[in-house]
């Protein structure tokens, strides 16, 4: 990655080791992640917050155990994936779109016994019902399987005092005070992330991908694309329960030290240009659907700093690639991949 991606240095095990090192190399008070509900953080106050959240739910959890997610893209779904991961925990991210049979399924596939979600996505995005009757339809799927707890992070947060703040400092092992520096954070072939396919084979299966099974594709794809962490910004609007939103959109830029803007919801066709234009994003990744929705109702200055479009998850269209390049003067990269492919396989 030209500018910031320095590969005489041995590579990371594991994703935190990878922030460690990464946060080390940058100035820590750089802003690195920021999302269109306000929230904004440098290296520092992510990873501290991660670990002190990571820290409240090891109490409620076992070493090992996956974790479900349930929350949109955003900076407390990046905090809330690294808390889980950061204590020896898997997170297992859940498409709150699937409705009950889907969380249903995927809960049963993996095991879940607890999902961390909060308050105001359920009243938003009207998971009350599919909530409600999840586990009714996890009995019919397995008698023996009990409903996972639904923990909220909005009343998980109210029960973090200051000595867990102070002792959560104290013991974060990039800290320059740490205690705890002899952490080890697991092995490579650790699983790192739980995710589930579209379901188009029949019922969705879980896919296990371990940190070593992220980090090399990582390294695969930057030895194909040029990223620049001094100048580039990401915009990302897919969803962190999608490999393609997940590693692409939110590990990728985060592990490389490229600043990135979260934007929950990608079907705000006219929302969205506008927020990429206010943040002066350099890269943006979609889907044919939405690289096509946002150029019928957008104007060419709304892209006009962007210098890399990549399309994924689904064929890029000759009509949408053409559109691009006649309206704003830019060509897209496609890329293919599947889940299990951590996921990019081709660009």
Known sequence: MAGSHDRSHPSPETLWQGLIEIARHLKSNRTILSDTLGFEVNYATLMTRAWILGRIIARETAPGERVGILLPTGVTAVTTYLAVLSHGRVPAMLNHTSGSR????????????????????????????????????????????????????EELRDTITLWDKLSGIATAPWHRFGLNRNHTFGSGDDPATILFTSGSEGVPKGVVLSHRNILANLEQILDRLAFDSRTDIYFNILPMFHAFGLVVGTLAPLLTGIRTH???NPLEYKEVPRHLSRCKATLFAATDTFLKGYARVSS????????????????????????????????????????????????
């Open 262 to 264: 979260l934007h929950p």
């Open 102 to 153: 889907g969380l249903a399924q995927a809960c049963h596939v993996a095991g879940l016994r607890r999902i961390y979600t909060a308050k105001k996505f359920i009243d938003k995005a009207k998971l009350d019902e599919s909530l409600n009757r999840l586990p009714d339809t996890l009995v019919a799927l397995d008698s023996k399987h009990e409903a996972p707890v639904i923990t909220l992070l």
């Open 300 to 347: 060419p200055d709304a892209w006009s700093t962007l210098r890399l479009v990549f399309a994924g998850a689904e064929p890029l269209r000759d009509d949408t690639r053409a559109l691009w390049k006649a309206r704003f003067g830019l060509d897209i990269v496609e890329g293919y991949g599947t889940t299990e492919t951590s996921p990019v396989l081709a660009i």
